[in-house]
């Protein structure tokens, strides 16, 4: 996948068909899933999840994705913000780890734990990036529409993870990304070659196949925003193929309305399902090949899009 072949820290460091791969290998997985036979791929795998905030939905789908595909994980208590250094504690993670998947506050942090650390790194969620939440959707969204050429995502939120791992995934793939939010939040300029851009205008969300909500940035004046709120109606001018995928945690009466997330168009719990089939798919940075699921487990007949 990248220089170390194995980690994944964020998405514009993997090739456009690395991140295929494992998108439509999200498809096999959650077909195994519904059948309730996994393929044991991660056996004798030891992993370390280390969770440094309060999170829960990718932590919990990494956790019980390892265990379905034959691997150990455990939950180990520390802190990367401790007295000891990254390196020690990177090397006592190798006496009995093969992969450690990992919330951390600074995605520099991460880079420094996949060098010191003598296996693959995998990122759970940083401030700048939150890439499985990202490759979960894409699962989804290929889930739907067979194709992620073309795709038109809106991300109505301020410049913050859930933003950061979609501007990563318009890096490599062959998508557009456009932030709708006011311009105070907007995200910093990225090169030409970044299929991304900034919008202050809700009427782009009526030609997106994706619309992605986050929550609301602190120290917001009352009332500033209520005009970026998604209600019921902007998903009533959607196309009727489109979907509202808002992450959670939602704040109801803040980045969303209570009527939109009741609305057809909200997919959002069938969505989130596709987090641990993407994180299985990516074959938690432990299998030796991208591809050989794919060939060895050929998607399953039973697999229907919803």
């Known amino acids: ?52 905030d309060g999170g829960w939905r990718n932590t919990t789908a990494f956790d019980i994705g390892i265990q379905a595909m034959g691997g150990l994980c455990i939950h180990a208590p520390l802190r990367w913000d401790s ?16 992969g450690v998947v990992t919330r951390a506050p600074d995605l520099s942090l991460m880079r420094s734990l996949a060098e010191a650390f003598d296996g693959p790194v995998l990122n759970a969620r940083t401030r700048l990036n939150h890439p499985c939440e990202t ?4 699962a989804f969204s ?26 990563e995934a318009a890096a490599v793939l062959p998508l557009e990304v456009v932030q709708v939010f006011p311009a105070k939040w907007h995200a910093p300029a990225v090169p030409p070659t970044v ?13 997106a196949d994706l619309v992605v909500t ?32 808002p992450c959670p945690p939602v704040s109801r009466g803040k980045e969303v309305s209570a009527e939109a997330m009741v609305h057809p168009a909200c997919r959002v719990i069938a969505a989130k399902a596709f987090l641990l089939h993407a994180q299985n798919g990516s074959g938690m940075g432990l299998h030796p ?18």
């Open 83 to 98: 007295r000891e250094e990254l390196a020690d504690l990177a090397a006592y993670l190798g006496n009995w780890f093969d």
């Open 289 to 306: 090949s991208l591809t050989i699921l794919q060939e060895t487990y050929p998607l399953s007949a039973t697999l229907r899009r919803r």
């Open 1 to 52: 996948m990248n220089s170390h072949a194995r980690d994944l820290l964020a998405l514009s460091d993997l090739r456009a068909a690395d991140l295929m791969t494992i998108i439509e290998r999200a498809q096999t997985m959650a077909a195994f899933w519904n059948e309730r036979r996994m393929p044991q791929s991660l056996a004798a795998k030891r992993v370390a999840l280390v969770v440094n």
């Open 214 to 245: 986050d929550c609301w940035p602190e120290g917001a004046e009352h009332g500033e925003l209520q005009q970026f709120q998604v209600t019921a109606k902007h998903l009533g001018t959607l196309r009727p193929e489109a979907s509202f995928v």
């Open 135 to 138: 490759l979960g959707d894409l």
């Open 195 to 207: 299929r991304f851009r900034t919008s202050e205008d809700m009427g782009e969300l009526e030609d």
């Open 142 to 167: 290929f889930h739907r529409r067979a194709r992620i050429d073309g795709m038109k995502v809106a991300v109505v939120s301020p410049a913050a993870n859930i933003l950061g791992s979609w501007i």
